[in-house]
């Protein structure tokens, strides 16, 4: 037989999914009504309206995809690129490969920019891909690389890609709410990001936004977008403005209404204070781990405050540690990635995760498991 299911209360402190505040879950629990329902048409304006301004951004088409945060990276490949169309990718961590895999899956050529795994993109590379390969299309890097800890100069970037002529992809899965990030002053067109990691809301949404740029790029596309389902042009027909909303897919009606929470309390709480607690938090953190004898894997001015890279001090025993945190303390410390596993721990301060509470329970347990 089996039985409901219960989950422990966990503290969440890897690299997403982050703490859901009871507010946000209580908003989930509200009663689902019609994704055509004009006061659900209502509320996705709002969203819309609260995730231009958590993207600092004025773009029309700015919307939560519904899928995770890998959608977003799919949705912006697939409607931006065409068979035979070349991208420049920076490569710094796990999530430059998926870009290069979604490039190569919509038939394009990908020019890999590599930077060793713990750094930042280099832009001087990216210069030099861009002056040897003017006839790329786009330019697509992670802005906050969670598989290393490390933050990307996304505005220098960007400023590159439009000079270029070229259009940006930025990955802003873990940056958003988290760090400054100005679409609209950096000048990025397609950027993506998640509601698990710094907005704590439900996983499964991909808030994504286009610039008038991208935008024109889709409509003047000479071959259908390959995915159906991620096709802005047939998105927009539910996600667009006012009119007629023609039934495309049902929305996760009460994941919405979770975002919808979580985007309020930033709003209340405002991007910059946001980003204060975070760097005010990674601050007390960094601090307490070093009292530890533990030390940081990413040089100081690319560290990102809501994901800390721990290197895994010698003769420590990874998995027996994480399975011990997780046992007799249910926290949740991320592992190492891809090349990273073993080495590493990733210790995630997002949204509603980053809080002095979280910070003492985590040095408290790590102390403990460490001494035994
Ligand atoms: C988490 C993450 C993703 C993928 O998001 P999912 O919601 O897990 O699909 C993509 N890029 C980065 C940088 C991430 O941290």
Known sequence: MSSPFYPPLRTLMGPGPSDVSSR?????????????????????????????????????????????????????????????????????????????????????TAVMVQDRWGDPVDPEKVAKAIQTHPDAKILAFVHAETSTGVRSDAETLCGMAKSAGMLSIVDAVTSLAGIDLQVDAWGADVVYSGTQKCLSSLPGIAPITFSSNAVEMIATRKRK????????????????????????????????????????????????????????????????????????????????????AVQIPDGQDDAAIRNALLKEFDLEVGAGLGELAGKQWRIGLMGSSCNTTNINRCLTALEAVLRQ
């Open 225 to 308: 977008v390959q995915s159906w389902f991620l096709d802005m042009n047939l998105i927009m027909g539910y996600w667009g403005e006012g009119a007629m909303r023609a039934y495309h897919h049902t929305a996760p009606v009460n994941a919405i209404y979770a975002l919808h929470e979580a985007l309020l309390m930033l709003e209340e709480e405002g991007l910059k204070a946001s980003f204060a607690r975070h760097k005010a938090n990674h601050l007390v953190l960094t601090e307490g781990l070093s009292e530890l004898g533990l030390k940081l894997a990413v040089s100081e001015p690319w560290r990102l405050p809501q994901l800390n």
């Open 24 to 108: 946000v879950l209580a908003a989930a629990a509200r009663p689902t009504i019609g994704h055509l329902d004009p006061l659900f048409v209502c509320l996705m304006d709002d969203v819309k309206r609260l995730l231009q301004f958590a993207f600092q951004t004025t773009n029309e088409l700015t919307i939560p995809l519904s899928a995770p945060g890998s959608a977003g990276m799919e949705a912006a490949f697939v409607n931006l690129l065409e068979p035979g169309d070349k991208a420049i990718v920076c490569q710094n961590g796990v999530f430059g490969g998926r870009m290069k895999e979604n490039v190569e899956r919509c038939g394009g």
